[in-house]
Structures are given as structure tokens and as C-alpha cells.
């Protein structure tokens, strides 16, 4: 059974940093298009960010583009979310999210993510 765990989420400050990681047992990220969604209190889950299975494509949202990563360590086989200047809408529990293996082609569509972690939490204190 394919399992993703998210950690790093916490309570921090306006403009501070946060790493997210998501560390994946029974499969290897490095062959995986894998994502990172959130969800932020009473609304839907959105795309933060999309990596094609051969890392060399990553979709960003526009509220994230310039202030967030996500690039995975395939040695140790987690991926991590870098997140940077932080602001109070991206208040949120975060996921991530893998594909099927046959699929190599990053997707914003949460519905083409076949396995997800149990989130982890965000908060940003203006």
C-alpha cells in the first residue's frame, strides 16, 4: 500500500519560511508525478504545486509562483515543499499527492491523484 506522510507545518509569522516534507513508502517519488494541494478553512482543496514524474517540469499556482519549491531528494525518497515569504492566505492544511505510475505528466487536477498523506497544518500569524 502506497503511503505519504506530510510533516513540517506549524504556526509561524508573516514573510518567515517553511519546509513541508512528504515521505513516501512503497514506491519511490523519483517515479511518480507527485503534487502538493492545500486547503484553507471553509473552502476547496487548490493546487500549490505539480513536478512531472522526470522532474523536469513543476507547475506552480500564481499565488505560490516565486515563493514556493518543491523539489524532491530521490536518495532519501521525500519530497519537500520550500515555502517563503509566507503571507496569512496561505493559511492551510497541505497534502501531498502522487499519480498512478503509468502517468509522467504534472497535473493541477486533484482528481488525477490517486494516493495522499493526512495533511499537515499551516499557520500563518499576521
Known sequence: QVQLVESGGG???VEDSLRLSCTASRFT???RVMGWFRQAPG???EIVASMSRDGRVTYYADSVK???TM????AKNIMFLEMK???PEDTADYYCAARDSEFDV???NMYDYSYWGQGT???ISS
Open 11 to 13: 504556526f509561524v509569522h
Open 29 to 31: 517519488v523519483s517515479d
Open 43 to 45: 473552502k476547496g482543496r
Open 66 to 68: 516565486g515563493r514556493f
Open 71 to 74: 523539489f524532491k531528494d530521490n
Open 85 to 87: 515569504f509566507l503571507k
Open 106 to 108: 504534472a497535473s493541477a
Open 121 to 123: 497544518q499551516v499557520t
